[in-house]
């Protein structure tokens, strides 16, 4: 069985500043993807960032990036030059790939991010 | 381009009862996948549905379950309702298989 681990209930980080939130996972699967997943009090789930397992280089979207260690079984989010807008829960996400068919999404118990003015 | 729409967004029952939730999908998607967001549980995923066929299923007891219709949209059916159900229920919808899913604001659901 798959599982996702978030260490960090809670962190907070002045407004510009550089924050970065773990994540570790468990599998014994090859072929997956992992994600980042942002809930703001609105509750809707905003995709934040996407990393496929067999793509070597971390995924990056703006002031959004990771560091993706396969072997470790590691994925941190890093958020650069924090806003006020980036206040909300953080969800890391796994789901298996079996070629053509998804696993369903398999999710940390988030970290809720505090972005202070 | 309309997003996932989830109806109602809020909705209080009583043990027992049995509820029926919601979701169309983005126009054009065909895979509708519902999760149970609970502050002891976190995110659970409930089922998946792909072209009508249930792909995949949580662990949930029989209570729960669900459909797609033809056109995409999805219902999601709890049957004799317990305070534990008490929950965000969250609806993603994808274009296929193995893409990009996209969730919609949930309905929250309290059982009293």
């Known amino acids: 069985a798959q599982t996702v681990t978030q260490s960090q209930p809670e962190m907070s980080v002045q407004e510009a500043e550089t924050v970065t939130l773990s994540c570790t996972y468990d599998t014994s699967e090859n072929n997956y993807y992992l994600f980042w997943y942002k809930q703001p009090p609105s509750r809707q789930m905003i995709l934040v960032i996407r990393?496929?397992?067999?793509?070597?280089q971390n995924a990056t979207e703006n002031r959004f990036s990771v560091n993706f260690q396969k072997a470790a079984k590691s994925f941190s989010l890093k958020i650069s030059d924090s806003q006020l807008g980036d206040t909300a829960m953080y969800f890391c996400?796994?789901?298996?790939?079996?070629?053509?068919?998804?696993?369903?999404?398999?999710f940390g118990k988030g970290t809720k991010l505090s972005v202070k003015p | 381009k309309a997003g996932v729409t989830q109806t109602p967004r809020y909705l209080i029952k009583t043990r027992g009862q049995q509820v029926t939730l919601s979701c169309s999908p983005i126009s054009g998607h065909r895979s509708v996948s519902w999760y149970q967001q609970t502050p002891g549980q976190g995110l659970q995923f409930l089922f998946e549905y792909f072209s009508e066929t249930q792909r995949n299923k949580g662990n949930f007891p029989g209570r729960f379950s669900g459909r797609q219709f033809s056109n995409s949209r999805s219902e999601m059916n709890v049957s004799t309702l317990e305070l534990g159900d008490s929950a965000l229920y969250l609806c993603?919808?994808?274009?296929?298989?193995?893409?990009?899913?996209?969730f919609g604001q949930g309905t929250r659901l309290t059982v009293v």
């Open positions: 996400a796994f789901m298996v790939n079996y070629g053509g068919s998804q696993g369903n999404l398999i």
């Open positions: 993603a919808s994808s274009l296929n298989l193995n893409t990009e899913a996209f």
């Open positions: 990393q496929e397992a067999y793509k070597q």
